[in-house]
């Protein structure tokens, strides 16, 4: 089992980040082996509150991948799956491609996802009281080719960024200001 992850794109409000997956994949009986390629980088997302209500924070992803294999795959899936730690990470969103019957095979699909459906994430969590929240998130990308119904390769990429919401008072700041003239009418 062989595969490698060389770009991918992923967007936190208006931070983007570039992913690609490309995968080689070798069975022989049981025997599979896999690499890993690539960055996976998301920068910092932050938004600042003025006289407005948090109700949800999102990551979404959008994932190209390729794979090539010397034997039939028939099915992948991509996931992205999100935590406050490596170690519990909970799946947010998942794409799935079944029937596939072929050796290679390139694609690009959207994962998009609430960092609330993770148990270590609650909209409490990032909602300032006062002043600024930041909390550090870890994202966790990955990728699985089947073959009659077994993961042969499976590719991730974890990075960790931080989300920040600034909580300020409200301000507008008003300029007026006009001329005016007078206007006879006057009638035949």
């Known amino acids: 089992m062989s595969r490698d992850i060389s770009r991918r794109r992923v967007v936190l409000g208006g931070a983007?980040?570039?992913?690609?997956?490309?995968?080689?994949?070798?069975?022989?009986?049981?025997?599979?082996?896999?690499?890993?390629?690539?960055d996976f980088t998301i920068p910092d997302g932050e938004t600042v509150l003025a006289d407005q209500t948090l109700e949800?924070?999102?990551?979404?992803?959008?994932?190209?991948?390729?794979?090539?294999?010397?034997?039939?795959?028939h099915q992948v899936e991509l996931e992205l799956h999100v935590g406050a730690t490596a170690d519990t990470p909970d799946l947010i969103a998942r794409h799935t491609r079944?029937?596939?019957?072929?050796?290679?095979?390139?694609?690009?699909?959207?994962?998009?996802?609430?960092?609330?459906?993770a148990s270590d994430f609650s909209?409490?969590?990032?909602?300032?009281?006062?002043?600024?929240?930041?909390?550090?998130?870890v994202a966790d990308l990955r990728f699985y080719a089947l073959r009659n119904g077994e993961a042969v390769a499976d590719?991730?990429?974890?990075?960790?960024?931080?989300?920040?919401?600034?909580?300020e008072e409200l301000e507008v700041n008003v300029t007026l200001g006009g001329e005016g003239e007078v206007v006879f009418e006057t009638g035949d």
């Open 16 to 38: 983007t980040l570039a992913t690609a997956t490309t995968v080689g994949i070798a069975t022989t009986s049981n025997n599979a082996s896999a690499t890993v390629d690539g």
């Open 98 to 117: 079944d029937d596939l019957g072929t050796d290679e095979l390139a694609g690009n699909e959207t994962l998009n996802g609430s960092l609330m459906s």
């Open 155 to 167: 590719a991730n990429h974890i990075e960790t960024f931080d989300v920040i919401v600034k909580d």
């Open 123 to 137: 909209i409490s969590d990032f909602t300032p009281s006062n002043g600024e929240v930041r909390r550090t998130v």
């Open 56 to 73: 949800d924070v999102r990551l979404a992803v959008d994932a190209s991948y390729q794979y090539q294999s010397n034997a039939d795959i």
